[in-house]
Each structure stands twice: as structure tokens, then as C-alpha cells.
């Protein structure tokens, strides 16, 4: 496993995404840690292991390099990293609850969050609500006292932006004995932190701003406690859900440059916000950084800047929300989001139908946006000719 004798305990945040659990290698002096593409390893002697390598599900250089720079960067005791953002998931999940606990979920959540919900956990055992996590009286009566092990929280949320107040979920559910899970692939370790500000455990679909590139899947568990962060490594090993060293160094790679993509990712969010807001086929633009957002003071206190995903309502309602999505050109139509390219989709009908008929249904008329690092005026160009 890589260590950081160099780094200072107060280096900032480029300095650990470029840095944490990237030492040369120390044969060859080599500035890029090499990828460790291998299954297994020649053991010294039975029973021990080199450097408590034996076997690539259970251990692996590169992912530790990963790990390393994800707890390192969210201000964690212990990042691990999976093969997936829902299989972080489903294995935090099994990890923490049995069957007969509850959890508490947003009423607006990624649809492939919700199907792990209703359609996985559900038959297992565990039960949820849903309740909008920017109303704490909510949040506190969907609580089942002694069975309630979690809120989980996605903030901002995919795909309506709605905002929740980390450190006041946090006091909630320590009230009750509970976790606090934020799921911070939207915002990045870049722009919010919620471990330092109550959490206990942080979420991320790795492929999205972390990876930034769209060429790799992957999702990430970090956490504040070094006993949890023990039983989440047995269940990462006994499960199996870990990514590949390709994987994972192409999501390093990805992490050296999150502060300077994020920094361009808001710059042109804004600008696309502030055109959307005068358009007149747009009836409302969700973004957090508009004073008139319900939750903008909320998450001016606990987000660096706003992020660079942006929704709005189609003013012609569902089939107009649909003909933009279709006629832009530079924005790709697909899903997922969080890298360099900008990409437009129809939550409705791409990545939350599997919430369709449910309390997390997203209006029919809704666009979501992921902006892109690209010149800006391009895509405010190609978003004017897909509204005209």
C-alpha cells in the first residue's frame, strides 16, 4: 500500500487529489504509480503474504492508491472503492442493516437508487420512506424509532437539485442512533465535504466527476469511522464488488484534475442558468446557486460553489421537454453526467423511469442537464437553437 510521507496534515485540496496515495514507484522512480494488473501474488513463505497482498478481490495496489486519495480528498478514516456507485451502495446497506430496519430516503433520488430500494432491499428485509429531506418535522416523523438505521441523503438531488441541511440530518439521525449516508457525486469532494460537517458516510458514483472523462464505472464508500470503515472492507472482500485496476487507475487519473473541472463545470453552468432563466420556452430552472432556489441559502453555507448540473421545465410541457432533448447537437443526448462533454437527457423516460407511478416520479416536462468544460457560447448556442 502507498504511503504520503511528504504531504503536510493541511495540504489543500488540489494538493491531495494530484498527491494522496500517489508516491513514484519506488523501483523505478516512475511520477505515475504503475497499474498492478494482476490476480494474485507469489507469497513470501505460507502464511505471509508480501506486503498482505494474495489476491485481487481482497487487496490490490492500484485500488488502494484510489482508496487512499478518496478518504484523503472527502477528509475520511477509510475510502474503498467498487465496482459501481450501486454496488457502494447495496454493500453499505448489507453492511449496516439487517433485515426489519428502515431507512429513510429522499422523496427525489437517482432511479437506480430507488430500484436498489423497492426492488432489491425491499425483498431482503428492509424497509424505507420516502420524505423530502429539506423538511426536518418530514424527516422526523417518517422515523420508526428502533428500526430507523439511516437517512440517506442525496444533496443536491438528482434530478430536481432540491437541497438538504447536512449537519442538521446529521443531529437527527445521531438523535436516534442512526446513520447519516449524504450520496455527494453531484457536488464532488471539491465542492462540498459532508463528513466535516456531520455525516457519516459519503456515496459517489465515481464514474461521474470523479472519473470526469465518461470511460470508466465506479462508485466509492468514505467514511469518518475507522470500525465502520473495518466492517465495510470485510463486506467490500466477501461480496466481491470491487473494481478492476484499469478501473481504477483511470479514476485517479480523473481525480488529479476535479478541482480545475469543477471550477470550469460552474462557470458555465452559471452562464447556461442565467439564460435558461430569461428564456421563454423555460417555465422554471433548477439550479441552487438562484437566489429564488428554496434551498440557495442552505447550500451556500455547506457548498463551495453550485455545480454544473442544471434542470428545467419545459414551458410546451412533456413533448416540447422531449424536442429539446432531441434537437441539440453539441449537448449529447445520454445519460449519466459529470464529464467533460455536456450532456442533455428526459429523466422522465431515461434515468428515473424505474420511479415511474412512485412518490419519486419526476414531472414529464423536466430536462436535465450535465454542462460540460466546452466554450461556453457553443453551448449556449446549441441550446438556442434547440429551444427556437
Known amino acids: ?52 497482498y494474495e489476491y485481487s478481490r481482497s487487496g490490490n495496489p492500484t485500488r488502494d492508491s484510489l482508496q487512499e486519495c478518496l478518504a484523503a480528498i472527502e477528509g475520511g478514516r477509510r475510502g474503498l472503492a467498487f465496482a459501481s456507485g450501486l454496488a457502494a451502495e447495496d454493500t453499505l446497506l448489507r453492511t449496516v442493516c439487517r433485515p426489519g430496519d428502515h431507512v429513510v430516503i429522499p422523496n427525489d433520488a437517482y432511479g437506480g437508487t430507488y430500484r436498489l430500494f423497492a426492488k432489491v432491499a425491499e425483498r431482503w428485509g428492509l424497509a424505507w420512506t420516502a420524505a423530502p429531506l429539506d423538511d426536518l418535522d418530514a424527516v422526523r416523523a417518517a422515523f420508526r424509532p428502533g428500526h430507523t438505521r439511516m437517512i440517506w441523503a442525496e444533496t443536491p438531488t438528482n434530478p430536481l437539485l432540491n437541497i438538504a441541511d447536512i449537519p442538521a440530518l446529521a443531529g437527527l439521525a445521531h438523535e436516534y442512533d442512526a446513520l447519516l449516508t449524504v450520496d455527494n457525486t453531484f457536488a464532488s469532494p471539491y465542492l462540498q465535504q459532508p463528513l466535516a460537517l456531520g455525516a457519516d458516510v459519503v456515496v459517489h458514483s465515481t464514474t461521474k466527476y470523479l472519473g470526469g472523462h465518461s470511460d470508466v464505472v465506479g462508485g466509492a464508500l468514505v467514511v469518518a469511522d475507522t470500525g465502520l470503515g473495518d466492517e465495510l472492507a470485510f463486506h467490500q472482500n466477501a461480496m466481491g464488488a470491487v473494481n478492476g485496476p484499469f478501473d481504477a487507475w483511470l479514476t485517479v487519473r480523473g481525480i488529479k484534475t476535479l478541482g480545475v473541472r469543477m471550477d470550469r463545470h460552474c462557470d458555465n453552468a452559471e452562464r447556461i442558468v442565467a439564460f435558461l432563466s430569461e428564456h421563454e420556452k423555460v417555465s422554471r430552472v433548477l439550479y441552487p446557486g438562484l437566489d429564488s432556489h428554496p434551498g440557495h441559502e442552505t447550500a451556500a ?17 412533456a413533448e416540447q421537454a422531449i424536442e429539446i432533448c432531441n434537437r441539440t447537437k453539441l ?18 423516460q431515461m434515468t428515473h423511469l424505474s420511479a415511474a407511478g412512485s412518490a419519486l416520479e419526476v414531472p414529464a416536462d423536466l430536462v436535465r442537464l450535465s454542462v460540460g468544460i466546452e466554450t461556453v457560447d457553443d453551448l449556449l448556442a446549441d441550446l438556442e437553437q434547440a429551444l427556437g
Open 301 to 317: 453555507k455547506q457548498m463551495r460553489r453550485f455545480g454544473g448540473m442544471v434542470s428545467f421545465r419545459a414551458a410546451g410541457g
Open 1 to 52: 500500500m502507498t504511503t504520503d510521507h511528504n504531504l503536510a496534515g493541511g495540504a489543500g485540496f488540489d494538493t491531495l487529489a494530484i498527491h494522496a496515495g500517489q508516491d513514484p514507484d519506488p523501483r523505478t522512480g516512475a511520477v505515475v504509480p504503475p497499474i498492478y494488473q494482476t490476480s494474485t501474488y507469489a507469497q513470501d513463505a505460507v502464511g505471509s503474504p508480501r506486503l498482505g
Open 331 to 348: 449537448f449529447v443526448l445520454a445519460e449519466s453526467l459529470g464529464g467533460v462533454e455536456s450532456l442533455i437527457e428526459h429523466p422522465g
